[in-house]
């Protein structure tokens, strides 16, 4: 059963008004003499006297607190519900297919393409962390949720009578591809309620679709899938990383960063080098130039502190420089502005923005990326060290935290 409630926005000084007006004795206009006269209630105007003490009536209660006017209505749809508050409410199990917590804000595939749906429709999102597929189904089935993102198989969603879209719409390859879960789905209530059929034309649509495939390849799960990636990411932090946690977390405390963000960069600069140097002259952990080094106010690069404290610096200030775009979409782009600068990526919202495409959707810029690496090397690479940090964060926070 739902808790709806209507609140309406009439203070008792206004109704008192309205309530005067409507109860005044009604005048006519004399033609002849201009004289405005009061006319009595007769029995044929009995039909006007009534419908004018409902108006009254209503205006009485409308005039109520707004606790006052709180009901029970079991059948109201949850896409009524969605519209009326404004928010869609989302049960969620956290994985590599479907949303992981970073820097105070919800991201990863799943996630993205609920966010998608949610701007559709007009509404914000609110997303529930369930500890299983189980339990956010259940959260859903009680009413505690407008729908559930989850892997669950159809088995329990049967069991539960509940209703799922598949996201890839039934071309599970273009996500099995990327190492993503090919049932990845969302669920809801009832089948025949409008938030069910909307989200399936939504999914099965040509153009989403192409998104969504645009979305899996960024949240590509294969970087660290071969044996020999994973044991040497996680040989390094277990051997590496206790030197320099307490600097990570220091540092990202100065500049408001989520520290395993800084871990996850400081991997894919250095492996967590302190004395790292490449032929270009770029070193120490987070691979500073010298130019960058000094306007963070680095004086030793290869001191790991002062290392992670410029690279926390100049994240944040591309973070600033992207301060337009959604925070849902922000770090990645301030993540690309920090391995091939600002402006370069700023030049490619343009032109996307002159094609009239959505300059601050990060998956329009991957996209653009990709389809150009071939011409611009630095594309390319920009490309993967976006998706590298963003594998290496998800991997520290489902696997090893």
């Not at 729908?147 to 719409?169: G, I, Y």
């Not at 959707?361 to 998706?387: C, D, K, P």
Request: contains cysteine; hydrophobic residues 35%; positive net charge.
């Amino acid at each position: 059963m739902q808790r709806i409630t209507y609140r309406v926005k009439v203070s008792a000084q206004g109704a008192k008004r309205r309530i005067s007006y409507l109860l005044r004795p009604k005048r006519t206009l004399s033609t002849k003499s201009n004289i405005v006269s009061s006319v009595t209630p007769t029995k044929s105007n009995r039909f006007a006297k009534t419908k004018k003490m409902a108006q009254v009536s209503s205006i009485a209660l409308l005039s109520l607190p707004a606790e006052s006017l709180t009901m029970m209505d079991p059948k109201v749809p949850a896409y009524d519900h969605v519209m009326l508050e404004e928010t869609l409410t989302i049960a969620a199990v956290p994985g590599d297919s479907t949303y992981f917590a970073t820097d105070g804000f919800q991201h990863g595939f799943g996630y993205d393409l609920v966010r998608s749906y949610a701007d559709e429709l007009g509404v914000k999102v609110d997303l529930k962390a369930y500890a299983s597929e189980e339990a956010a189904l259940r959260a859903l089935k009680s009413g505690n949720a407008d729908m559930a993102l989850t892997t669950a198989s159809t088995q329990l969603k049967s069991q539960l009578n509940l209703s799922s879209v598949n996201v890839s719409c039934g071309y599970d390859t273009s996500l099995t591809k990327n190492g993503l879960h090919p049932k990845v789905s969302w669920t809801f209530n009832q089948a025949d309620d409008p938030l069910s059929q909307k989200a399936s034309y939504f999914l099965c649509d040509s153009i989403k679709l192409e998104n969504t495939q645009k979305l899996a390849a960024f949240y590509n799960q294969n970087l660290l899938k071969d044996a020999y990636s994973q044991n040497h990411f996680k040989k390094t932090l277990t051997e590496k990383l206790p030197d320099y946690q307490s600097s990570f977390k220091e540092q990202a405390r100065n500049y408001n960063h989520d520290w395993e963000l800084l871990v996850a960069m400081g991997y894919q600069e250095s492996h967590l080098d302190a004395n790292a140097v490449s032929p270009t002259g770029v070193r120490g952990l987070m691979m500073l130039t010298n130019n960058t080094a000094k306007a963070m106010g680095v004086s030793d690069r290869v001191d790991p502190y002062q290392s992670i404290g410029g690279g926390a610096r100049y994240l944040e200030q591309m973070k600033t420089d992207f301060a337009d775009v959604p925070k849902t979409d922000r770090i990645w782009f301030a993540l690309a502005a920090y391995n091939m600068g600002p402006n370069a990526i700023k030049g490619i919202q343009r032109k996307l923005s002159d094609a009239g495409i959505d300059d601050k959707n990060w998956a329009n810029v991957y996209t653009y990326l990709s389809e150009n690496r071939a011409s611009n090397s630095r594309y390319g690479q920009a490309m993967h060290y976006v998706s590298n940090i963003r594998s290496y964060l998800e991997t520290i926070k489902t696997r090893m935290v």
